[in-house]
């Protein structure tokens, strides 16, 4: 089973700011199948980010994945008062499809 | 619209049996592979079980695995998960996700609202 470790577990910033979510694997992700999710109080996960550094369809462009074999980044340039969510990575190469723990974003 | 709604949570107690129907609409699933995934009260994502969109594969989470049976029915547009022997740490919100490509790539572009299922005597 591949473990997937979020770093921080919370990231206090204010809007315009610049944030840096790190996930980091157990073992290698294979082909990068890594996604990004956000997810608000009350609500389902949204899809943003896929194949480690491909936005889903109407991500803004704010959100950026970079990364490949075991250490992953979700970068947001610069941050929207919306932005504000916990974020979850997820790896879908091999099952089970494994999600991190989760880093919260929270308005410094 | 693409949606899904979820449906058949409630409580159950510990042991029982519960099944959880999940409706899309706006969309065909027999284009794609289908999951459930399980959030915990205050707790992060847990994957939970897959299916192919011609019911060929099916996969569980070990937690789950010979408890659980996922299944589809293309025809009604609809998700199924039996879930027996219910365990207290079981209880979770329910979610039925769309796989965000027609083949097997299981990340997840469209969600339920969930279905919440607690297991308590």
């Known amino acids: 089973e591949i473990v997937l470790t979020q770093s921080p577990g919370t990231l206090s910033l204010s809007p315009g700011d610049r944030a840096s979510l790190s996930c980091r694997a157990s073992?290698?992700?294979?082909?990068?199948?890594l996604a990004w999710y956000q997810q608000k109080p009350g609500q389902a996960p949204r899809f943003l980010i896929y194949?480690?550094?491909t936005r889903a369809t109407g991500v803004p462009g704010r959100f950026s994945g970079y990364g490949s074999g075991t250490d992953f980044t979700l970068t947001i340039s610069s941050l929207e008062p919306e932005d504000f969510a916990v974020y979850y990575c997820q790896q879908y190469a091999s099952p089970p499809y494994t999600f991190g723990q989760g880093t919260k974003l929270e308005i410094k | 619209e693409v949606q899904m709604v979820e449906s058949g949570g409630g409580l159950v107690q510990p042991g029982r049996s519960q099944r959880l129907s999940c409706a899309a609409s706006?969309?065909?699933?027999?284009?794609?592979?289908m999951h459930w995934i399980r959030q915990g009260p205050g707790k992060g994502l847990e994957w939970v079980s897959g299916?192919?969109?011609?019911?060929?594969?099916?996969v569980y989470a070990d937690s789950v695995k010979g408890r659980f049976t996922i299944s589809r029915d293309n025809a009604k547009n609809s998700l199924y998960l039996q879930m027996n022997s219910l365990r207290a740490e079981d209880t979770a919100l329910y979610y039925c996700v769309r796989e965000y490509s027609t083949s097997w790539f299981p990340a997840f572009d469209v969600w339920g609202q969930g279905t919440m299922v607690t297991v308590s005597s």
């Open positions: 194949g480690a550094s």
């Open positions: 073992q290698t992700v294979s082909s990068n199948y």
């Open positions: 706006g969309f065909n699933i027999d284009a794609y592979a």
């Open positions: 299916i192919s969109w011609n019911s060929g594969t099916m």
